[in-house]
């Protein structure tokens, strides 16, 4: 079970790190079913852990500026089938950032 200061560092890795998901699809380096499934776990963990707090840590609340533009590209960027699937995992982020900040 992952806690939450490694869901956490997990957010952040795979939204704003060296290696996040938006900087491998922007240079075309191809996104796993696991990374994806691995954020998402990891934000639902916060979820539940900030739920009854009022504030989340400062770099938690980076990650989600602006969420959705990084899985956002240009239509010949992509074939449609992943241009469909980035598409979706932010809006998937979107509404789980939602989730997060509202119980916050």
Known sequence: ????????EVVCA??????????KIRTRKGVSAE???ELFLAIDVLIDHYREQDTVPKK??????DVFMGFSVADAFYHQD??????????ALQ??????????
């Open 95 to 104: 509404d789980k950032a939602c989730a997060l900040f509202d119980g916050a």
């Open 14 to 23: 795979r939204l704003i790190g060296e290696n996040a998901i938006p900087l």
């Open 1 to 8: 079970m992952m806690d939450s200061e490694r869901a956490v």
């Open 35 to 37: 990374e994806v499934n």
């Open 60 to 65: 938690l609340a980076l990650a989600f500026v």
């Open 82 to 91: 992943e241009l469909a699937r980035y598409e979706d995992i932010g809006i």
